[in-house]
């Protein structure tokens, strides 16, 4: 039954993030020809824009190593966006050989995780990213900045609202298109949220710049979201299945199931284009490749009763 609230945005961009934020944390390694028919039946379920993967080092995130071959086999379509994630100029040299239209970097708002995922500190990072995101904006690519930890660090703790809106600013500042905020720990809850977004709306960024990204470590990536929508966000990361965490902080569990929060959001009323039917079947497909169940409730909830 749909039962609108009211202040919810009529439609919600979904940002699929399984197929790179998901499948970089898996301990196998994921076949070429299983990670496409992952994205064209992600594509097929109604999914416009999928993050596929990231050209970081083997060595770092061996999972997403085969990136040029992927790319190669993807079905193209002027209706899909496959944005990928570039950490630095040798990143961006190879996206741009493999004729990548969309890219994201991935920045911290914390020097603890700066430095370990980034073996640099915030600063260091974001003299990494300018050239990268001027000579992407130069070639005319479309760019993204995560901005992670945004809700808590597990070595740092708390994290200020204004040291998050500051790091995002400047990441904004460099000539990004879009800004993601992360709750990498999942530690988040609304109340944070809204408020966080009330800051980093203060520090100038336009809300339909806005995303978030939220982690299910606690049971809140929901009702985070939730909070997110009644504040003017209209761009939701999401993972089928539940799939990902984050391989540089052991406490990021699982992403935020892309059929859970099509569930709700196709029970108030607001418009994804995704049916979560065929989402969820995908995500069980994948799930038997994985070989493990999956963490969505609702994948849980529609598979079929033996």
Not at 159 to 180: H, I, T, Y
Not at 280 to 285: D, E, K, N, V
Not at 287 to 302: K, M, N, T
């Amino acid at each position: 039954m749909r039962v609108p609230l009211d202040g919810l945005p009529e439609r919600v961009t979904v940002y699929e993030v399984g197929p790179r934020d998901g499948l970089q944390n898996e301990k196998s390694i994921v076949p070429v020809d299983v990670k496409a028919e992952f994205i064209t039946r992600l594509a097929d379920a109604g999914l416009t824009t999928i993050e596929t993967t990231s050209f970081v080092h083997p060595k770092w995130v061996p999972q997403l190593a085969d990136a040029e071959d992927l790319l190669g086999v993807l079905p193209r379509s002027p209706d899909l966006r496959y944005p990928v994630l570039v950490p630095n100029e040798r990143g961006l040299d190879r996206a741009l050989a493999n004729g990548v239209t969309e890219i994201a970097i991935f920045g911290s708002a914390t020097e603890t995780f700066a430095r370990r995922n980034l073996n640099r500190t915030v600063d260091e990072s974001l003299a990494m990213f300018e050239p990268v995101v001027r000579r992407a904006r130069d070639e005319g690519l479309w760019v993204r900045a995560y901005v992670s930890m945004v809700c808590g660090d597990p070595w740092e703790g708390d994290v200020p609202l204004a040291q998050v809106a500051s790091v995002a600013r400047r990441m904004m500042d460099l000539g990004c298109s879009a800004l993601s905020l992360g709750d990498t720990i999942g530690v988040g809850t609304p109340g944070q949220v809204t408020a966080l977004i009330g800051e980093v709306v203060g520090a100038g960024i336009p809300l339909d710049r806005i995303g978030v990204h939220f982690h299910d470590t606690y049971g809140q990536a929901l009702a985070n979201t939730l909070a997110a929508l009644r504040a003017g966000v209209t761009v939701v990361d999401a993972s089928a299945g539940g799939l990902g965490g984050c391989p540089y902080a052991e406490s990021a569990t699982g992403n935020l199931a892309t059929e859970d929060l099509v569930w709700m959001l196709d029970g108030l009323g607001v418009e994804t284009g995704v049916d979560v039917r065929k989402l969820a079947a995908t995500s069980l497909w994948m799930a038997e490749r994985l070989g493990r169940p999956s963490p969505s409730r609702v994948v849980q909830a529609l598979a079929p009763k033996e």
